[in-house]
């Protein structure tokens, strides 16, 4: 029972995101557009975050920001297209599709590759060194060794 507690307890932070309660709007619509909206902005300073689920103060800054657009009356797609003019492609969680945006969409792709094949390569490249048999010289050599050392 204990233990069911104490999981439920670690799980209700989590729940909460890190929207403040000061930054909630009294209206529950743009309230609901706002999370909406932030949960596909991503934190600049956390990269993995959306700005709803991170506690860094630049993400509260875009969270207000976004917030104060809705209240001017800004539809969604004017109050993130005033954030990413501001802040770049790249405070977009899904970035969209394009020449200045190619390196976000496959960067970590080409560098996976790039780090595969250079290991294939490696694996290869010593796999062959080991397979080399020995030359009759190296194998007179190894026999004299071998007498030596059981002598």
Not at 89 to 97: A, I, Q, R, T
Not at 115 to 141: F, I, S
Request: glycine share 6%; charged share 25%.
């Amino acid at each position: 029972m204990i233990r069911a507690l104490c999981l439920l307890l670690m799980l209700v932070p989590g729940l909460a995101g890190a929207v403040e309660p000061s930054e909630r709007l009294a209206d529950p619509a743009l309230e609901a557009r706002a999370r909406a909206l932030s949960q596909t902005l991503r934190c600049l300073v956390c990269q993995n975050e959306s700005i709803d689920e991170s506690d860094a103060s630049l993400a509260h800054d875009i969270r207000v920001l976004l917030r104060e657009r809705l209240l001017a009356g800004d539809s969604d797609a004017a109050a993130r297209q005033f954030i990413v003019a501001r802040y770049g492609d790249f405070v977009l969680l899904k970035p969209p599709l394009e020449p200045a945006t190619l390196v976000l969409w496959f960067g970590p792709v080409v560098v996976l590759v790039a780090g595969g094949l250079g290991v294939v390569l490696y694996l290869r490249r010593r796999l062959k060194e080991e397979a080399a048999p020995l030359t009759e010289a190296e194998r007179e050599r190894l026999k004299r060794i071998l007498r030596e050392t059981d002598a």
